[in-house]
C-alpha cells in the first residue's frame, strides 16, 4: 500500500507544482480537449479515467504530465499510488480547473495524463511471421464518432486483432471520447492512419510476398455469403464501412470477398462497431476451433 506520507509530500510541493489560475499551460490542455488541430500539432492528447490511464501505463506509453486534483476530497488510493510512483512531472490543479480538463459527461476527474502521440506507419507493418499465427487488421472507413472508433478499437483488442487501420478523414483516435470509449485498447493495440484503399492493398501485397496468405473482406449487408460461412483461418483485413453511408464502391470493389451478417429482426444492419465486433468474433470462433481439431 501506497504510505500517505508519499502522496503529502506531493502536496508540500517536492516533484510537484501546484496551479490555481489559468495559465498557458492550462490553456493548451483545454484545447487538447477538443480541438484536433491543437493535438496534431503538439503531438499531445488527454487521457482520462482509471482504466485507461492505467492500462497507458502497463503499456509504457510515452506519458508527459500527470495533472491531479487538489483539495477536497481526498484522492483515491489508485490516484495516490499512480502519483507516487509516477515517473513523469505531476501538477496540482484546483477543482475549478480540473473540471474544465474533464469531459462533461464524467465530471471532475481525480487525474488527468498528458500523452504523447505514437507516430505509425503502414507503409512499414509488417505483422506475423509465415508459420505463426495469422494476423488479422481491422480497417475502419471514415469514422463519423470518436466514440465508435474507441469502440471498435477495444473489440480489436479483446479478439485479438494485431492492429487498426483508419483510412479517409475519419475520427481522430486521440479524441478524448475515442480514447474513453476504447477503455484503455487506444495503449494495447496499434492504430495506424491511411488515405484511402491503395495502401491497405499495399499491406496485403507486403504480406502475400513474405509467405502469409492474405485476403480483404468487406462487411456488407450485401454480401456474397453469411460471414459464418467464410473461412477466416488465414490472415485477415477486415474492413468496416462508414456509419452512414456503409462500405464505399471504392472499398467494395478493393475487397477481395464481400460478407454479410445474417439478421432476424426489423433492422436493416448493424451499426459499424457491432458489425466489427460480430464478425471480429468470428475470426476468432473459427480459429479457436481449427487450433483444437
Known amino acids: 500500500m501506497t504510505s500517505p506520507d508519499s502522496y503529502r509530500a506531493r502536496q508540500g510541493h517536492t516533484g510537484a507544482r501546484r496551479v490555481s489560475t489559468r495559465t498557458a499551460s492550462v490553456q493548451v490542455w483545454q484545447a487538447y480537449l477538443t480541438n484536433r488541430a491543437t493535438r496534431n500539432r503538439d503531438g499531445r492528447f488527454l487521457v482520462q479515467g482509471v482504466r485507461p490511464i492505467t492500462q497507458a501505463v502497463e503499456h509504457g506509453w510515452p506519458l508527459e504530465t500527470l495533472l491531479y486534483r487538489l483539495g477536497a476530497p481526498e484522492l483515491s488510493s489508485w490516484a495516490r499510488r499512480l502519483l507516487d510512483t509516477a515517473e513523469v512531472p505531476c501538477v496540482g490543479l484546483v477543482p475549478e480547473l480540473m473540471a474544465e480538463l474533464g469531459e462533461k459527461s464524467t465530471g471532475t476527474p481525480e487525474v488527468v495524463a498528458v500523452a504523447h502521440a505514437r507516430g505509425t506507419d503502414l507503409a512499414s507493418f509488417e505483422p506475423g511471421e509465415p508459420g505463426e499465427a495469422p494476423p488479422v487488421v481491422v480497417v475502419f472507413d471514415r469514422p463519423n464518432s470518436p466514440g465508435n472508433l474507441g469502440t471498435l478499437i477495444r473489440s480489436a483488442d479483446a479478439f485479438g486483432?494485431?492492429?487498426?487501420?483508419?483510412?479517409?478523414?475519419?475520427?481522430?483516435?486521440?479524441?478524448?471520447?475515442?480514447?474513453?470509449?476504447?477503455?484503455?485498447?487506444?495503449?494495447?493495440?496499434?492504430?495506424?492512419?491511411?488515405?484511402?484503399?491503395?495502401?491497405?492493398?499495399?499491406l496485403r501485397d507486403r504480406q502475400i510476398a513474405r509467405g502469409i496468405p492474405t485476403r480483404v473482406v468487406g462487411t456488407d449487408e450485401n454480401g456474397t455469403h453469411a460471414v459464418f460461412d467464410h473461412d477466416f483461418t488465414e490472415s485477415t483485413i477486415l474492413v468496416v464501412g462508414n456509419e452512414t453511408g456503409g462500405m464505399s464502391a471504392a472499398w467494395q470493389a478493393a475487397c477481395d470477398d464481400l460478407v454479410s451478417i445474417p439478421m432476424g429482426g426489423s433492422a436493416s444492419s448493424l451499426g459499424a462497431p457491432s458489425a466489427g465486433a460480430v464478425a471480429l468474433y468470428e475470426i476468432s470462433r473459427q480459429r479457436r476451433t481449427f487450433a483444437k481439431r
Not at 483510412?167 to 492504430?191: C, E, I, K, N
Open 161 to 202: 486483432a494485431t492492429a487498426v487501420v483508419v483510412t479517409g478523414h475519419g475520427a481522430d483516435h486521440y479524441d478524448p471520447q475515442a480514447v474513453r470509449a476504447s477503455t484503455g485498447s487506444l495503449f494495447a493495440v496499434p492504430v495506424f492512419r491511411a488515405a484511402g484503399a491503395a495502401q491497405v492493398l499495399a
